[in-house]
């Protein structure tokens, strides 16, 4: 979300700089993200102390944020929410905004949770300006933490399109191949999923997963859960085969390989998360939960199909209908699916909104 954002904020005639963590060549994922910022000619920088504790990391960006001129800050994880929030203490004073792009962290009950939204609330008030991802994220803001609607603006997600539209779709093949591209994380619905193909049980078509374990504190249990995944996907057989494949960097083209995307989530911050849009943005007709809220412009049976969240049985009816369609009907909703792409969810409509924030608060791009 960070680098769309770098693009959208460019193009709208600002100077961007991604200030990454000391970690941020830690994985393949991460390595392969820098090279991605690098390619684009995004100015970027490295902060070793970003992320090893909130006093040091809210030090660090506000050092980063003063010697650079900075005319504003933004953030994109709960982390950095409170972290630049606390930036004002070391002198800091230009306007900060936390950008909300999901809602993992308003579902979890134990007490860490309640902490985190005290948390979180704190930063939210001592912030000049909250860009949620999609109305619903905005609503939960304003009751969940007593946040005034005018101190919240609606930023939905985007994509580079013109990327993936450059991929080549693949030619069309026997059966149905189903494609989920999502970090194994609780949040991401893959048991929901395995259990939604199951229930479908269709004869020739297949599943691939696309995405790994993610760097964060409770790794340790998801990559045990990937492996008991990929012990599940092994029950399926070779007649309806479910293949988990890791993170891999070729995402844009496994997609243009596939024939339908399908995206399992309980939890969610925008309606279109960046995998959907990706899909869309190569042809791909959808299939997506409704766990963030209905999406803007999407109409079922024309884009894809909207199902309710955590709930196998209607996905798996899901699937097997998108399976029976002919593959001209499927390749005339992915259409649909690219043309609602490029009109709502485009590098240039966020670069327009945000653009109207930032001018609002701070005035012109500086030269």
Known sequence: MALMYAIALREAGWRPILVLGGGAAGSDEEAGYIERVKSLGIEYCVEPRLGTGLV??????ARTASGRDAAALLAFHPRDHFAVALTGLFGLRVPRMPVVGFRHHFDRPPLSSRLKRGALGWSYRHSARILAASPKVATEIETGFSIAREHLSVVPNCIDGEREESIKRAQVRPGVRFVNVARVTWEKGHDVLLEAWDRAGIDGAELMCVGG?????????????????????????????????????????????????????????????????????????????????????????????????????????????????????????????????????????????????????????RS
């Open 56 to 61: 040091r990391s809210a030090a660090s960006l």
């Open 213 to 365: 374990v993610p760097f964060a504190r409770d790794r340790e249990a998801m990559l045990e859960k990937s492996a008991e995944l990929v012990r599940r996907s092994g029950s399926f057989g070779p007649s309806r085969p479910v293949r988990f494949l890791g993170w891999r960097g070729d995402v844009a083209s496994l997609l243009a390989d596939s024939d339908v995307y399908v995206h399992a989530s309980i939890s969610e911050g925008p309606s279109l998360c960046v995998a959907i849009l990706e899909a869309m943005a190569v042809g791909l007709p959808v299939i997506c939960t409704d766990c963030a809220g209905w999406p803007d412009g999407f109409e079922n049976g024309r884009h894809g199909y909207v199902v309710p969240a955590g709930d196998p049985e209607a996905l798996g009816k899901t699937i097997r209908a998108m399976s029976e369609l002919s593959p001209a009907r499927r390749a005339e909703m992915g259409r649909n699916a690219r043309n609602l792409q490029r009109t709502r969810y485009s590098i240039d409509s966020l670069s327009r909104r945000l653009d109207e924030v930032l001018r609002d608060l701070v005035g012109q791009p």
